[in-house]
């Protein structure tokens, strides 16, 4: 018989390979296992250096009385000093702060890898949030830290070790507002594009942030979900007098994205199910509008007909939280503050909005979000109404017991 052919054994690969006893190619910061696997590596959480056996080499040359750098003998070796650097120096007329963040770089290099990676999910738009973005932030600080309070949100997200990059991205995120409330009326065609991505920003960490931990849930459930809508309009409030000029832009590609969910559709298909309980819906409320109010009755048949098209736009644009998010945003005020008072038929619409987000939601900062809002308006619901939201907790498996991050 043959004998085995030797492997040489690896003794300084990552804690990942080791668990799962498989050969680490000791690459760095990350080995290609956990690159592969998108799985976190020790090295890049540990920041280690060179391997082990360089590092070996190196302690054997010095031991010996031999630099690893320098060939000669060891009676050759010159004293060491700095004055070999000394040519480097320059006078300096004004002393600037040269404070370095090790954090602040290891989260840019996280955006720049990663989070650039997964908020680019339309092709074509890759250079706008890999290149284009990070520029725009050199130049407006409430950027920068609204662009670094996101990325510490998805490292915390996506780390095995949430502490401390979840502090890190409240840190940011409360400096970015501080930064931004001073000038937040004053866009012009030279900022305009910061601020529009600063509301993009916002509203990815406004979803965010409950995913990181239960303890960013507010007690009233539906109240808080209701905050995103408050965001929303708040967005297009700030952002529509510098419209065309952010059209006109290199970041029209961008808002030309979002423009998709503005037009009227009615070529998408909705599926049957959900076609089959929204007319439900429909059916309930024109019974009570002969018995009840019929201001409240014509508000839900209003959201009921763009919860509609939001399905259809979805059929047009699968696995995009936007269709959902355009029918929040532009739904009537009056409709929202029905959902506020816990009218019980504004709920069951708004438990269908929850399957479209649960749908739709594949990004890391809105999952889980669907399944919330269909649970909090399953929990007020009197037991008479739960046989119009049955398909909706159906499809979303909802769980009473659960939230967006236990």
Not at 34 to 51: K, Q, V, W, Y
Request: net charge negative; with cysteine; hydrophobic share 40%.
């Amino acid at each position: 018989m043959p004998s085995r052919r030797y492997h040489p054994k690896s003794k300084s690969g990552c804690g990942q390979c080791k668990r799962r006893r498989i050969k680490c190619d000791e690459k760095h910061p990350i080995c290609s296992a956990c690159l592969r696997r998108s799985h976190t590596c020790d090295f890049e959480i540990n920041g280690s250096a060179a391997p082990a056996r360089a590092r070996e080499r190196k302690d054997a040359a010095c031991l010996s009385g031999q630099s690893p750098y320098i060939n000669g003998s060891q009676s050759a070796q010159p004293e060491a000093t700095a004055d070999s650097f000394n040519f480097l120096l320059s006078p300096v007329d004004q002393e600037l702060s040269l404070e370095l963040s090790l954090i602040d770089l290891e989260l840019m290099h996280h955006y720049t890898l990663k989070t650039s990676v997964t908020i680019s999910a339309t092709e074509g738009l890759e250079d706008i949030w890999k290149d284009l973005v990070p520029q725009l932030a050199l130049k407006h600080d409430y950027l920068m830290h609204s662009l670094l309070a996101v990325t510490a949100l998805h490292r915390a997200i996506s780390s095995p070790v949430q502490d401390p990059y979840e502090k890190y991205a409240l840190q940011h995120q409360n400096r970015a507002l501080t930064l931004f409330q001073p000038v937040v009326s004053g866009i012009t065609q030279s900022n305009c594009n910061a601020f529009f991505m600063f509301t993009v920003f916002a509203l990815r960490y406004a979803l965010g942030i409950p995913q990181v931990s239960t303890k960013h849930l507010k007690n009233d459930s539906i109240d808080q979900i209701l905050e995103i809508y408050a965001l929303l309009r708040g967005i297009a409030v700030i952002v529509a007098p510098a419209f065309a000029w952010i059209a006109q832009g290199s970041l029209s590609p961008l808002l030309n994205r979002h423009l998709r969910y503005t037009t009227d559709v009615e070529v998408g298909e909705i599926p049957e199910d959900i076609r089959s309980a929204l007319d439900r819906l429909d059916e309930r409320n024109k019974a009570q509008a002969d018995t009840e109010d019929e201001a409240v009755s014509s508000l839900c048949s209003s959201a009921i007909r763009g919860l509609r098209t939001c399905y259809r736009r979805m059929d047009q644009y699968p696995i995009e939280e936007g269709p959902a998010l355009y029918w929040l945003s532009t739904v009537d005020s009056e409709f929202v503050d029905l959902i506020k008072s816990h009218d019980p038929m504004a709920l069951a619409v708004f438990a269908y909005f929850g399957v479209a987000l649960h749908t739709a939601s594949s990004s890391w900062w809105s999952a889980g979000w669907g399944r919330h809002v269909v649970e909090a308006t399953s929990h007020v619901l009197e037991d008479e109404w739960h046989d119009l939201v049955w398909v909706a907790k159906q499809k979303v498996e909802v769980s009473f017991s659960t939230g967006l991050k236990s």
